[in-house]
T-cell receptor, first 112, second 114 residues
Framework: AQKVTQAQTEISVVEKEDVTLDCVYETRDTTYYLFWYKQPPSGELVFLIRRNSFDEQNEISGRYSWNFQKSTSSFNFTITASQVVDSAVYFCALIYGNKLVFGAGTILRVKS | DAGVTQSPTHLIKTRGQQVTLRCSPISGHKSVSWYQQVLGQGPQFIFQYYEKEERGRGNFPDRFSARQFPNYSSELNVNALLLGDSALYLC?????????????FGPGTRLTVL
């Protein structure tokens, strides 16, 4: 079965701290796609990144970086020098058939 | 380009009533999916439509139905509302029906059932 686990329910940091959000996935597929979405208080899910199982290179986009490790079935997300605007719920997701399977999400609170 | 739009933003209904939620995909996108997000949980897949045909259905009762129109917009209908149907209903669009396409989400419709 396809499953995504985000063990951290809530994380609180002070502005400018680095923070890593963990994501562990389970799948029997040899080809699969992983995603991260951000959900601010407004409710809309904002797409952050898509990664396929063929590409294990880490990716950096500004203050955001992602570490994909097939050996441990993990796809972790790091925010460097966090800002108050980063406060949101972050979801890791896996494609299964025609649908996205989401983790339970991690609430990130960044305090000034 | 405009993103995915949904209407209404908020809705309050009573048990037993019926509700229709609407979604317009990003221009050029032909596939629409619906998700239900209960407070404190991740979104759960309800339906996917591509070229007006149902391509996938999640584990939801037959009270939930949907359709897609020739302009690729979509409606989600829920009959005989229960208290447990209170949730944020999210619509997502993607260019084609392929799983390799990224899904982009709308702002959601928050449904409260009293």
């Amino acid at each position: 079965a396809q499953k995504v686990t985000q063990a951290q329910t809530e994380i609180s940091v002070v502005e400018k701290e680095d923070v890593t959000l963990d994501c562990v996935y389970e799948t029997r597929d040899t080809t699969y796609y992983l995603f991260w979405y951000k959900q601010p208080p407004s409710g809309e899910l904002v797409f952050l990144i898509r990664r396929n199982s063929f590409d294990e290179q880490n990716e950096i986009s500004g203050r955001y970086s992602w570490n994909f490790q097939k050996s441990t079935s993990s796809f972790n997300f790091t925010i460097t020098a966090s800002q108050v605007v980063d406060s949101a719920v972050y979801f890791c997701a896996l494609i299964y058939g025609n649908k996205l399977v989401f983790g339970a999400g991690t609430i990130l609170r960044v305090k000034s | 380009d405009a993103g995915v739009t949904q209407s209404p933003t908020h809705l309050i209904k009573t048990r037993g009533q019926q509700v229709t939620l609407r979604c317009s995909p990003i221009s050029g996108h032909k596939s629409v999916s619906w998700y239900q997000q209960v407070l404190g949980q991740g979104p759960q897949f309800i339906f996917q439509y591509y070229e007006k045909e149902e391509r996938g259905r999640g584990n939801f009762p037959d009270r939930f139905s949907a359709r897609q129109f020739p302009n690729y917009s979509s409606e989600l209908n829920v009959n005989a509302l229960l208290l447990g149907d209170s949730a944020l209903y999210l619509c997502a669009s993607r260019r084609q029906g392929s799983i390799t396409d990224t899904q982009y989400f709308g702002p959601g419709t928050r449904l409260t059932v009293l």
